[in-house]
Structures are given as structure tokens and as C-alpha cells.
């Protein structure tokens, strides 16, 4: 039986389907040209957005599984952590549903659906849930990136997380200096691809700390001060590149080194990773070389599912339902600064 999943927490109008572990569809707008303008998020435009997209993409959805509301087995939305007015928009439409259909409704923490989301994979998406195996998990987005230990299915830890920026947010502030279009990790990563990321020396912050923690702001305001001092270098295409793959080595460094130590501290035989960032074609090449040389197996989230879908928090949702998971109430709230526990 199919359950129906919101996704409304940032900037991503999401609706999935989903049914025994497959992703039947998976309708995602984005709002990325819309804050592009303002160089980030705007939260009042970022909730109209979702007002306005929300019927017609869970329209598409439900439209391209063949599935009716009537058939639906259960509904689910992200609950939280997220911008409030734009939670708010998924899950109280959700709730509506699940009051109308009188199905069962599950509030899914935004970093837990983003826990399974490297599992969804192949043609059609699908969980494999039957390779499932302890991990160290990286979550690393626009808003977040932490560690978590995921001991066993729907058991997790969070090890550490960024105790300032988060590294899209350090990617979107030096595409800014260095005046690129919003959001600048695409754009980064676009361009570093012509540069050598030994040209330039960035500090590689909470490196050598024993800490699962993450912090990147040190490394954006040094950026900040070195083009304030070698301003010709803005002007220069060749060492733009450059530049842009110093500061993207700079911070895959850092993320990839503190996730395998994690890994092999905890003794895990896999690593995933997920979130915006795991687009990176700089992280993704260097997990894969750094998991290949310590034996480890690693899931990275395919990219279309990287950034923010509902198909990650309906096919956690569905997992919860099997597992007879308490449900959320119909009157429960958003829980916008929702710590993963
Ligand atoms: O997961 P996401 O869509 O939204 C949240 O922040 O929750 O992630 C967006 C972030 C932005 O900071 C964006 O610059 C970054 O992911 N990003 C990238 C790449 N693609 C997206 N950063 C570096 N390289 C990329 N290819
Ligand atoms: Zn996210």
C-alpha cells in the first residue's frame, strides 16, 4: 500500500510516493532561481513558494505513481529541523490528509530521512535495505554537516557536527568573494575542475582534533583576507580556478578525513554520505579513493537525491510504519530546531 511523503523544510517543494521500498515517483521543485536573486534563502519568499507549489507538485506525484488519494496506506512529512513558516506548509497539508483519509501520519526528522537516502538506489529507486549495514554517515548541505553512527536500522548517534558555517554554507559565502552566482558550491566545483588545488594553502580547520566536530568559518574568513590582500587575483580566470579548487581541496580534506578516522575508530565497515554537497565531484572522487584504500564500502546518495526530496523521508516513513514505529499525533507541531538525538 503507498504512502504519500512531504518535504518542505527549505527551499525544495517535495512530494514522493512510495511502496514496499520502492520510490514510485518523486516530484521536486526547486526554488534555487528564486533566492538566487537575494544571494541565499529568504524564508517569508521561501514559505509563499511552497504555498503556491505544493498542490500541483503532489499532484504530479500521485499523478505519475497512478496512485489515488483513497488508496493511500499512510502520509508523512518532515517535522523538522528546518525554516518554520516553510515546515510548516508540508506538514500541516500532510496532517489535513491523514486526517481525511484517517491513515497514519509520521513527522520525520529532516537529518534521519537524510541518514537513508544513500540506500535509495537503481532503476527504479529503491531502498536496499536488505544490505544494510552499521555506518558512519556524513551529512553535508547548505544547512548541515555532521557525523552520525548508525548502529543498526532506525538506531543512530551523532558524533559531531559543525560548530559554526556549514561547508555549503563555507562554499556559498566564498562563491560570494569571489562573486560567483548563488548558491556557489555548484559553481566551486564547476570551476576548480581547470585549477590546481595546490596553488593556494587554506587552513584545514579541526583537522588534527580529536573532535567529530566540523568548523568553517576560520577557513572562510581566510579566503576573505586573501583576496583582500591579492585582489588581482579576482580579476584573473586562470587563478579564479585556482583558487576555487585550493579552498574546495581545503574543505574536502577535512570532511573526508574526519569521516574515514570515524569510521575506523568505530570499527564500521561502510561509509555513506548525503546532503547538497555530496554532489561534489572533489568528495565524491575522494571518498571513493579514501573508502577504496582503508576497505571500506561506500554509498553515496545518488545526486538527484543529495540535496532535499520527499522520497528519503517517505521511504524512512515506510520503515517506521513496518516497524510499528509510535505514530505522530494530528495535532503535533513542527519542531523547526529538532536536534537529531
Ligand atoms: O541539501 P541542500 O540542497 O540544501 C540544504 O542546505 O539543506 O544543499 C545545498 C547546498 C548549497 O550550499 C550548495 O552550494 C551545495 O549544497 N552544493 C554543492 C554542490 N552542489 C550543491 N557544493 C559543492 N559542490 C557541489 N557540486
Ligand atoms: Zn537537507
Not at 213 to 232: A, C, I, Q, W
Request: charged fraction near 20%; aromatic fraction near 6%; charge should be negative.
Amino acid at each position: 500500500m503507498p504512502l504519500l511523503a512531504f518535504e518542505t523544510s527549505c527551499d525544495e517543494t517535495s512530494v514522493a510516493v512510495v511502496r514496499d521500498g520502492y520510490v514510485l515517483w518523486s516530484a521536486v521543485s526547486s526554488q534555487i532561481k528564486l533566492h538566487a536573486e537575494y544571494g541565499g534563502v529568504v524564508p517569508e519568499l521561501a514559505a509563499r513558494e511552497h504555498l503556491r507549489n505544493l498542490l500541483p507538485v503532489a499532484e504530479a506525484a500521485l499523478a505519475g505513481a497512478g496512485v489515488k488519494p483513497h488508496q493511500l496506506n499512510a502520509v508523512a512529512a518532515t517535522r523538522g529541523p528546518g525554516l518554520p513558516n516553510a515546515l510548516l506548509v508540508g506538514f500541516k497539508a500532510a496532517q489535513g490528509m491523514a486526517f481525511v483519509l484517517r491513515k497514519p501520519f509520521f513527522g520525520i526528522h529532516h537529518h534521519e530521512a537524510h541518514l537513508y537516502s544513500p540506500w535509495i538506489t537503481g532503476n527504479p529507486l529503491a531502498a536496499e535495505f536488505g544490505a544494510f549495514e552499521p555506518n558512519v554517515s556524513l551529512i553535508v548541505s547548505g544547512g548541515h554537516t555532521m557525523l552520525v553512527h548508525v548502529e543498526s536500522e532506525l538506531k543512530h548517534r551523532v558524533l559531531g557536527s559543525t560548530i559554526d558555517d556549514a561547508a555549503g554554507e563555507c562554499f556559498d559565502k566564498v562563491g560570494k568573494l569571489i562573486g560567483l552566482p548563488y548558491p556557489g558550491g555548484p559553481e566551486i566545483d564547476r570551476l576548480a575542475r581547470l585549477g590546481n588545488p595546490k596553488a593556494y594553502d587554506f587552513p584545514r580547520p579541526l583537522l588534527r582534533d580529536a573532535t567529530d566536530d566540523f568548523s568553517f568559518s576560520g577557513l572562510k574568513t581566510s579566503v576573505r583576507y586573501f583576496l583582500r590582500d591579492h585582489p588581482e587575483i579576482a580579476e584573473d580566470a586562470e587563478r579564479i580556478h585556482d583558487l576555487c579548487a585550493s579552498v574546495q581541496a581545503a574543505i574536502v580534506e577535512v570532511l573526508v578525513t574526519k569521516t574515514l578516522r570515524a569510521a575506523k575508530r568505530l570499527g564500521v565497515g561502510c561509509v555513506t554520505a548525503s546532503g547538497g554537497v555530496t554532489c561534489n565531484r572533489a568528495l565524491r572522487a575522494s571518498l571513493t579513493a579514501g573508502c577504496r584504500e582503508a576497505g571500506l564500502k561506500l554509498r553515496l546518495a545518488e545526486p538527484s537525491l543529495c540535496t532535499d526530496n520527499a522520497a528519503m523521508v517517505g521511504i524512512l516513513a515506510e520503515r517506521k510504519l513496518m516497524n510499528q514505529s509510535e505514530e505522530t499525533s494530528l495535532d503535533a507541531e513542527i519542531m523547526p530546531g529538532w536536534e537529531l538525538e
